[in-house]
């Protein structure tokens, strides 16, 4: 099909009853990368957020490895009526999401497929979801067409080596902004652990933090990671060397104020990250959260008195949840960007 074709198709899809055309809703470009495996979820990921993020959504099932070159192209509509719009009640108002499934040679140049599908003047965010790194723009053409990339470091078999690829490809120039979906599932955890700080009578503590605990599931590896990465460059801790060992790993800095441990402890499969908590000479700090339940409690103790105490809904961390998050900006994310540097340089300590 050329491109003309798939344009008549899409507008004959969003055609009323009618006979006129639904108005076509895509506020942003969404190319998606993954495997013919992955594909049903991440087709449903994507259709489940046309309503609140309409799109035109172009799902690249990707085959370089099988020999014979093979080329198919689907096409579908989300469509659904909205009211108080110009022309009357009941208009009909859809997103599109364009199927390309390429084997073989094909599947080595999906930026020569996927450009000329986008809309004009709309972003373009580009997802990895499988736990792939493209390469840079210099060499790589579909890092070249977005505007931002999502990642997921955590979809990876070896979060570690993602984490390194991941900095590693932030270090050109050319690279477009990065979110990554293990630091957009971290975001509620920092806002707790922060709001632990924020009485004024408290600030102080921060400077006296001596140990920290995290303990997470293999799920939660390269969140804690980024946790560990983040405390480091925000207190200002420079990283000294590390130990690795059967149940996690310890990592040690140097501070303002002295010598400080953060230990990373594996837990049973039950939720990503389970706790975390933060030790100074006299008081200790914790978030938790158990099993599938949708709060965290925070505590503020010392020793075994009881001087704060605090419930929060999380809400949902599913793909969809965090994707959304993600669509929402277009800037650099320098928080994240400076907690994987920190991070890196504790790796390699």
Not at 46 to 55: I, R
Not at 63 to 74: F, K, R, T, V
Not at 207 to 230: F, M, N, P, S, Y
Request: charged share 25%; aromatic share 6%.
């Amino acid at each position: 099909m050329s491109v003309a074709q798939i344009e008549r198709e899409l507008a004959r899809l969003r055609m009323n009853e009618d006979g006129s055309l639904g108005a076509r809703a895509s506020v942003l470009n969404l190319i998606v990368v993954t495997s013919e495996e992955s594909a049903p979820e991440v087709a449903r990921v994507v259709s489940e957020l046309s309503g609140d993020y309409p799109s035109r959504a172009i799902l690249m099932i990707s085959d370089p490895d099988e020999g014979e070159a093979n080329l198919e192209i689907g096409l579908s509509a989300f469509c659904g009526v909205r009211h108080g719009m110009p022309g009357g009640a009941g208009n009909q108002v859809c997103a599109e999401q364009i199927t390309v499934h390429a084997e073989g040679t094909p599947a080595e140049h999906l930026e020569s497929l996927a450009g000329p599908l986008l809309i004009p003047d709309l972003p373009v965010f580009l997802w990895y979801p499988d736990g792939d790194v493209p390469g840079s723009p210099e060499c790589d053409g579909m890092a070249a067409l977005a505007d931002r990339l999502i990642l997921d470091s955590g979809a990876a078999g070896d979060c570690e080596a993602s984490l390194r690829v991941i900095a590693n490809l932030m270090e050109h120039d050319e690279v477009p902004a990065v979110g990554d979906l293990q630091w957009a599932a971290l975001s509620p955890w920092r806002s707790l652990v922060a709001d632990l700080f924020a009485p004024p009578e408290r600030a102080g503590e921060l400077t006296k933090i001596r140990r920290v605990e995290i303990l997470h599931d293999t799920a939660g590896e390269c969140q804690a990671l980024l946790l560990a990465g983040w405390l480091s460059g925000a207190l200002g801790w420079r990283p000294e060397p590390a130990d690795r060992a059967a149940e996690g790993r310890v990592f040690r800095f140097d501070g303002p104020s002295g010598k400080i441990t953060v230990e990373l402890y594996h837990d049973v499969p039950e939720t990503a990250l389970r706790r975390v908590r933060l030790y100074s000479e006299e008081l200790s700090f914790q978030v938790s959260r158990y099993g599938e339940h949708t709060d965290a409690r925070s505590t503020v103790m010392r020793g075994e008195e009881l001087l704060g105490e605090r419930t929060v809904h999380l809400g949902s961390s599913g793909v969809g949840v965090l994707l959304g998050e993600e669509l929402k900006f277009l800037k650099r994310d320098v928080t994240y960007e400076s907690a994987l540097e920190r991070l890196v340089e504790m790796l390699e300590s």
